[in-house]
């Protein structure tokens, strides 16, 4: 159940991946473009990507020799879904004897 949850949090855990994100949100791009203003070599912004992708929150497909990537809308679903489950409060009774 936690791995999910660990490839979210990994995923925007890093200032570079949450600048990824923010390019991302005006629709896809193609990692050319998303180079541009990141101080990153390829295989840098391939590693992001990669971790991006494999959390679902990104979705890629290739053009020639170059990956356009996009914020996938059910991997995003997905990510404040378990957001939302993870900070919800439990509706159990005492958890412990403190509250006897």
Do not use: N
């Amino acid at each position: 159940m936690y791995e999910e949850a660990v490839k979210v949090f990994k995923a925007l855990a890093d200032p570079k991946r949450l600048a990824i994100l923010e390019q991302l949100r005006s629709g896809e791009k193609c990692a050319c473009v998303l180079l541009e203003p990141l101080d990153l070599s390829q295989s840098g912004l391939s590693y992001h990507m990669k971790v991006l992708c494999d959390s679902g929150i990104v979705a890629s497909r290739q053009e020639g020799k170059w990956t356009h990537y996009w914020i996938d809308p059910a991997g995003r679903a997905r990510a404040a879904a378990l957001v939302g489950e993870l900070t919800a409060p439990v509706t159990e009774t005492s958890c412990c004897r403190c509250q006897d």
